[in-house]
């Protein structure tokens, strides 16, 4: 058969399952020594040992990836990419000793963010972006997820997603869209909570789902998102925000658990979210509630780590009640300015206790299913979306070994090559 592209001679190659990996059974990476595949307009057409391509297969363009290790771009299902300002300060004020949650009283932490971020036209909130996303798939990353939530009224947040929609033509990634009006309380909404949520029910959603099919057109899925914490969003405001969401078509997230137990990732489960994120502090009976469901369990542990915390998601607990766990690397100013999934797999091997091979489909296949794309995104499978990376590197092992350094030497998106060392 005649390919556009013919990949081959890797030293190993990741194929991951095509669909989500549950509890124990994480980290089933699909081993191939000496493997490759092929591409055919931006799609994976088999993947197998090199002497069988070759015999089958000839292509306008061979790559011999000798030496390499072949795998999925990581799937980053929690990002708050897009930010304008600074919050460098924040950060000696909590190695000084002030919690979060101090700064967020304050006047800090989100609140910060959005008074920058309001004052941001659509293109500055572009160009500030941009360098983000670049720098996540020169490590890697070929689908990343990003959130609004740091305009927290109208006019800001649907800038933000006219951002999106913009970057989504700029930048060689799948960007996938989530609408986060509900991050925090304005502060011109601080005595007056419920006031916020019915403007968010009433008003922001519906305009918002507007002007994303205005955007991008119907098909594209929006998500809409929840900070349901202590200081923020309650569980009831919560559900009330997304059943009105899941009305108006939006797939479903939430913000769950991160410093204190509000019930949310219960909430998740039952409204049939596509994740509960964060779920540092989730008790068993919400893990096992988790277990059995297809909302995915989507661990953030740059964000601890960031924080100097020493709580992280019990990952194990997840596995143990056949949860479907991902990883994410919850980029943002404050907490996780970590923009390497590379990074965020050397923190979860380490603290969650994830070997590489679970921390490697944490952050591909399960983080497709994640965003209800793993039909499509996070394994090698044939019909998929050619995403993938080579690693210089001489097994899988070393990611999660090493860390601080960038191991990518290659990046394939859509099979076209979209960054090289």
Known sequence: MKVDT????????????????????LGDLQLLPDGGLAIREGRIVEVGPTRDLLSRHTADQQIDAHGLILMPGFVDSHTHAMWTGDRTEEFQRGIAGESYSEILAAGGGILSTVRHTRQASTDQLVQETLPRLKHMLAHGTTT??????????????????????????????????????????????????????????????????????????????????????KGAFGLDQARRILERARDLGYLLKIHAD?????????????????????????????????????????????????????SFTPAHQLLEANALLALASDLNPGTSPCESMQMIIAIACRYLRLTPAQAIA????????????????????????????????????????????????????????????
Not at 6 to 25: D, K, N, V
Not at 403 to 420: A, C, E, F, H, P
Request: proline content about 6%; charged content about 20%.
């Open 144 to 229: 990343c997820e990003i959130k609004t939530g740091y305009g927290l009224e109208l006019e800001t947040e649907l800038r933000m997603l006219e951002a999106i929609a913009r970057l989504r033509q700029l930048v060689p990634m799948t960007l996938v869209a989530t609408f986060l009006p509900a991050h925090a309380l304005p502060e011109e909404y601080a005595s007056r909570p419920e006031d916020y949520v019915r403007v968010v029910i009433e008003t922001m959603l519906p305009e918002a789902m507007l002007r994303w099919r205005t955007l991008v057109g119907d098909p594209e899925p929006l998500f809409a998102d929840v900070f349901c914490e």
């Open 6 to 25: 013919l990949i081959h001679s890797a030293r190993q190659l990741l194929a991951l399952t095509p669909r989500a990996q549950r509890g124990r059974s």
């Open 362 to 421: 944490a952050s591909t296949i399960n983080a497709a299913a994640a965003l209800r794309r793993e039909e499509q995104l996070g394994s090698l499978t044939p019909g998929k979306q050619a995403d993938l990376m080579a690693l210089e590197v001489p097994s899988y092992l070393h990611l999660g070994y090493q860390y601080g350094t960038n191991l990518v030497k290659w990046v394939m998106q859509r099979g076209q090559l979209v960054y090289s060392s």
């Open 258 to 310: 991160e410093f204190e137990t509000l019930g949310a990732a219960r909430l998740a489960v039952e409204l049939g979210a596509a994740s509960a994120d964060h779920l540092v502090v989730t008790p068993w009976e919400d893990i096992q509630a988790l277990g059995p469901s297809s909302t995915v369990a989507v661990s953030l542990p740059g964000t601890p780590f960031g924080l100097g915390e020493l």
